[in-house]
């Protein structure tokens, strides 16, 4: 039995504890979230999120192509691909999240907050992401090697 997703933002809970899970590690980009399952549309919201140096592309296992897209970790802006176990996402701020409610991670929308306890992901594991990326995992990564060599051709002109 499939269990339904709920979409659910509790300011109140979130403001008590201060973000501790947005302090942790930041939240899951799922294709759905950049377009899926239009290519193009993928593409063009991958490129655009990659140049911003404010999202990143992580992996579980790069040889079985478990790659994910995150915001990235404060610190660590401009990094295309960052494989960083723990930091606080770049759109944390003093007041809760910078991003508006709908434009935040998928994983962002459903966390469940708790007070008190674990906040319920509702089932957003790295993994279960980074399974959902697989189909469309060609065109992530080269999304993000473009952009990567896009950085690499702007630091050779500075010399």
Known sequence: MKREIFEIENLEICKACGGLCC???P????????????TELM??????????????????NQEEGLYFVR???KGSETSV???SYSGECT???????????????ESC???IPKVNERCDPQGYTRMKVAKMWQ???????????????EEMWDIGNLF
């Open 23 to 25: 302090k942790s590690f």
């Open 27 to 38: 939240g899951l980009v799922t294709p759905k979230d950049v377009g899926a399952p239009d």
């Open 43 to 60: 593409r063009k919201n991958l490129l655009e999120m990659f140049r911003s140096g404010r999202y990143c592309v992580d992996w579980i």
């Open 71 to 73: 915001p990235a970790i």
């Open 81 to 83: 691909f960052d494989h």
């Open 91 to 105: 759109y944390l701020t003093p007041t809760g999240c910078q991003l508006i409610f709908g434009k935040r991670p």
């Open 109 to 111: 929308r459903t966390l």
């Open 135 to 149: 189909e469309y995992v060609n065109l992530l990564i080269d999304c993000a090697v473009e952009i990567e060599n």
